[in-house]
């Protein structure tokens, strides 16, 4: 158990559905991450922040998704209108501030498109 | 451009064997961190070691290694006399800290050690 805990652990849902998932990082790390992992790959970056501030935003993060911290602590993923392509594990990692620090993983929540 | 390879997409040992698992990486900057990471058949992510490079002692921890060469651009990791716990998914994953620190994983390499 590294501390970082998220929820769902499994999400199964139908397409064009919308679905959250939640992620309690560190308590004392000021930055979370999100990635996305598919089968036979390594995790994906996806989005950052630092405390409250979403700092950097991938390519890969269509319009369809959104993140939030809003009191710099737990956040969101939120996938609007979901589809098929979708399907992944979703991890978020925290990590201290500064440079080169690692991260923490989170368990994951695993996303089912049907 | 930021890009890690690993080349071996899976390694079959016998127990107490020693492997290498092999990560090369691709980075315009100066400053940058390497990362190993551990991923078991539970699935979670298990952080390793990570090196900055304006450290290129190799290090050792317990039955593990790494071998960190800027002029080779490669940054491999030996399991010295593998047990069938070391079965897993090892990623190699690179830093670079103008980018926030995100980081940027190889595909993996899954070792099977067998009894």
């Known amino acids: 158990d590294t501390g970082v805990s998220q929820n769902p652990r499994h999400k199964i849902t139908k397409r064009g559905q919308n679905v959250t998932f939640r992620c309690d990082p560190i308590?004392?790390?000021?930055?979370l991450y999100w990635y996305r992992q598919t089968l036979g790959q390594g995790p994906e970056f996806l989005t950052y922040?630092?405390?409250?501030?979403?700092?950097?935003k991938s390519r890969l993060l269509s319009d369809r998704f959104s993140a939030e911290r809003p009191e710099g602590s737990i956040s969101t993923l939120t996938i609007q209108r979901t589809e098929q392509r979708d399907s992944a594990m979703y991890r978020c990692?925290?990590?201290?501030?500064?440079?080169?620090?690692?991260?923490?993983f989170g368990p994951g929540t695993r996303l089912t498109v049907l | 451009a930021q890009k890690v390879t690993q080349a071996q997409t899976e390694i079959s040992v016998v127990e107490k064997e020693d492997v290498t698992l092999d990560c090369v990486y691709e980075?315009?900057?100066?400053?940058?961190?390497l990362f190993w990471y551990k991923q078991p058949p539970s699935g979670e992510l298990v952080f390793l070691i990570r090196?900055?490079?304006?450290?290129?002692q190799n290090e050792i921890s317990g039955r593990y290694s790494w071998n960190f060469q800027k002029s080779t651009s490669s940054f491999n990791f030996t399991i010295t006399a593998s047990q069938v716990v070391d079965s897993a998914v090892y990623f190699c994953?690179?830093?670079?800290?103008?980018?926030?620190?995100?980081?940027?994983f190889g595909a993996g390499t899954i070792l099977r050690v067998k009894s």
């Open positions: 308590s004392e790390h000021n930055r």
């Open positions: 990692a925290s990590s201290l501030g500064g440079q080169g620090n690692e991260q923490f």
């Open positions: 994953a690179l830093s670079e800290a103008r980018y926030g620190n995100k980081l940027v």
């Open positions: 980075t315009r900057d100066t400053t940058y961190y």
């Open positions: 922040f630092q405390n409250e501030a979403q700092l950097e």
């Open positions: 090196r900055n490079s304006f450290d290129e």
